[in-house]
């Protein structure tokens, strides 16, 4: 589902080879993710991205599987922000300080025009996710998210099942998608009655049909605009 951009929302692009180097030079590892002021290369395990709202609820807007980075906005910019990066699995991370991620980038040229690209799409990620939980139903939002994710892994197979590569559950999903629990396990149940869904152990497998209907504005708009 895109409704805007060229990348899919909530979940994170994986980065660049010549990006993922400069950690496998430059970085060590570490277990349960990194600390404020370094930067961090996932490489097992999974972590969300979410903010803290003005009740003091915690709002997940972006999912970091392995091969995604966390910390490289404000190590590059020295801002400050207001997002939490948490894992919700057993991690690693190949991380290293703000300032030494920093200097490798903006010595190189290259790699700097290669940040800038890549830090784009995430954030085209971003602002689909927001899209997609103010504009859809549902429904079509858990078909959404279980299509970016499917998608981050291998190309969706539109005449066969697809097992989800990411077992999240649906305290999970939920506070992706902004919906309950209760409401999550309700729809898988219908998909499951109506042969769109199946379970393989604790992983859920949703068959192509069940996108059939998904909106790509691509598919639509033959000719992209300018912003």
């Given at each position: 589902?895109?409704?805007?951009?060229?990348?899919?929302?909530?979940?994170?692009?994986?980065?660049?080879?010549?990006?993922?180097?400069?950690?496998?030079?430059?970085g060590?590892?570490?277990?349960?993710?990194?600390?404020?002021?370094?930067?961090?290369?996932?490489?097992?395990?999974?972590?969300?991205?979410?903010?803290?709202?003005?009740?003091?609820?915690?709002?997940?807007?972006?999912?970091?599987?392995?091969?995604?980075?966390?910390?490289?906005?404000?190590?590059?910019?020295?801002?400050?922000?207001?997002?939490?990066?948490?894992?919700?699995?057993?991690?690693?991370?190949?991380?290293?300080?703000?300032?030494?991620?920093?200097?490798?980038?903006?010595?190189?040229?290259?790699?700097?025009?290669?940040?800038?690209?890549?830090?784009?799409?995430?954030?085209?990620?971003?602002?689909?996710?927001?899209?997609a939980?103010?504009?859809?139903?549902?429904?079509a939002?858990?078909?959404?998210?279980?299509?970016?994710?499917?998608?981050?892994?291998?190309p969706?197979?539109?005449?066969?099942?697809?097992?989800?590569?990411?077992?999240?559950?649906?305290?999970?999903?939920?506070?992706?998608?902004s919906?309950?629990?209760?409401?999550?396990?309700?729809?898988?149940?219908?998909?499951?009655?109506?042969?769109?869904?199946?379970?393989?152990?604790?992983?859920?497998?949703?068959?192509?049909?069940?996108?059939?209907?998904?909106?790509?504005?691509?598919?639509?708009?033959?000719?992209?605009?300018?912003?």
């Amino acid at each position: 589902m895109r409704q805007v951009f060229l990348n899919r929302p909530w979940v994170h692009p994986e980065e660049p080879g010549p990006l993922i180097e400069i950690f496998k030079k430059h970085g060590y590892l570490f277990n349960h993710g990194g600390s404020s002021g370094e930067v961090s290369l996932v490489t097992r395990g999974l972590a969300f991205f979410s903010f803290p709202d003005n009740e003091d609820k915690d709002r997940v807007f972006a999912i970091i599987p392995p091969k995604r980075v966390v910390g490289d906005l404000d190590a590059i910019t020295e801002f400050r922000i207001n997002v939490i990066a948490s894992t919700v699995r057993p991690t690693e991370v190949l991380t290293m300080t703000s300032t030494a991620y920093r200097q490798v980038i903006m010595k190189s040229p290259e790699l700097l025009c290669l940040y800038a690209k890549n830090s784009i799409r995430k954030e085209e990620t971003h602002m689909e996710g927001l899209m997609a939980n103010f504009t859809l139903p549902l429904e079509a939002r858990l078909i959404a998210l279980l299509s970016a994710i499917i998608n981050a892994y291998y190309p969706l197979k539109k005449d066969d099942w697809n097992p989800c590569p990411l077992m999240l559950t649906t305290f999970e999903i939920a506070d992706v998608i902004s919906s309950n629990r209760s409401t999550i396990s309700t729809i898988y149940n219908q998909w499951m009655a109506s042969g769109l869904a199946k379970k393989d152990g604790r992983r859920m497998v949703v068959h192509g049909k069940l996108f059939e209907t998904e909106y790509d504005w691509r598919q639509y708009v033959t000719k992209a605009r300018s912003a």
